[in-house]
């Protein structure tokens, strides 16, 4: 079976050399009195320099371990600096972009690539966004949630959703440094709650923000199965009918409405839970995810899980494994050429 995994992160080579000098990155790497040496960087990320984060042959052996044709990768999200100061942060992203380009120039046939932009500013976003399509060759992007607890349903924004809507390529949006992580420090909970309630968020922001109504053939990904969001998605409704200045006032449908607009990846870690987020919005708006190199992907890879989940017909893991992810990046016409 033909499977393309939508949320897989590594540490480009321009972003490690940049860590171990002087920057606005607010990012570190430091040798522990084990010898081993740490990424450390904003948002609670403090992590052994594994070769997972960062070697192509670790990623691809790993790939196959789990089962995993395809890999649109992504700088993984300690790297968006979206806290640098903005010449830094265009300067690092053009860096990173090229990086990822040359990852997928070497393994065509295993890797896609989304690249990253500096979301503190937005026409360098706008100017990064066209070069690393339409010069790098690069498949689509990966973007964070907010830009210090700016959501994306600020104005600000707009014209970088114009432009990935006509590039006609998908985003995917991973959260991080979630709102009211300092409530959370305990149990990993900024991670584990802060995350997922952080994906909610810019659900909520990016459908009362009237982003798709103004741009309906986006093709937008959320990380972590939706997070909260759809399975609050009744209240969603319900405050819609009743709080109509606050809420009927942003946007003419429901929020309910939008979901089959919104695609999201697998990473719910209960069957029940998937099984809920196909009857939702479709099998065909579900994608793999692995989270990969963090522990916090699916056990035993998040193909293994699907295919596992007794509550899905055999169409339908096929559909999430790879048919919706070849359908979103113009895969569909190569499935007999890509290696299963």
Not at 47 to 73: G, K, N, R, V, W
Not at 280 to 288: E, K, Q, R, S, T
Request: some cysteine; overall charge negative; aromatic content about 10%.
């Amino acid at each position: 079976m033909f499977s393309l995994d939508v949320h897989c992160h590594f540490f480009p080579k321009a972003f490690l050399d940049a860590a171990r000098g002087p920057n606005t990155l607010q990012s570190t790497i430091e040798r522990r009195t084990d010898g081993r040496e740490h990424l450390v960087c904003p948002g609670n990320f403090d992590h052994p320099l594994t070769p997972d984060f960062y070697a192509a042959e670790q990623m691809l052996a790993d790939m196959d371990s789990a089962q995993i044709s395809m890999a649109a990768i992504s700088s993984a999200p300690p790297t968006l600096s979206y806290w640098a100061e903005a010449g830094a942060a265009t300067e690092l992203a053009s860096r990173l972009n090229e990086s990822i380009a040359e990852r997928v120039a070497e393994f065509p046939e295993r890797f896609l690539g989304l690249a990253t932009v500096p979301l503190q500013d937005i026409a360098a976003s706008v100017a990064e966004a066209k070069r690393a399509i339409n010069e790098l060759g690069l498949h689509g992007f990966q973007i964070g949630s907010n830009v210090a607890g700016k959501n994306l349903n600020h104005p600000d924004y707009f014209p970088l959703f114009e432009t990935i809507a006509e590039l006609n390529v998908p985003v995917f949006v991973h959260p991080y440094i979630p709102a009211g992580e300092e409530r959370m420090q305990d149990y990993y909970l900024h991670n584990l709650l802060g995350m997922v309630a952080e994906t909610g968020l810019a659900i909520a922001s990016v459908i009362y923000g009237g982003i798709l109504e103004r741009w309906p053939d986006l093709k937008i990904i959320f990380a972590h199965a939706g997070g909260v969001f759809p399975y609050v998605v009744g209240r969603m409704d319900h405050g819609y009918k009743v709080r109509s200045q606050e809420c009927a006032a942003a946007i003419p449908h429901p929020p309910g409405h939008y979901l089959r607009q919104v695609y999201f990846d697998c990473m719910s870690f209960h069957p029940l839970a998937l099984r809920y987020l196909v009857d939702l919005v479709g099998a065909d708006h579900v994608l793999i995810g692995s989270d990969y190199p963090f522990d916090m992907g699916p056990i035993g890879g998040p193909v293994a899980e699907v295919l596992a989940n007794p509550h899905l017909s055999d169409e339908e893991k096929e559909q999430i494994c790879g048919k919706t992810a070849a359908t979103l990046f113009g895969l569909t016409k190569h499935l007999h050429n890509i290696p299963r």
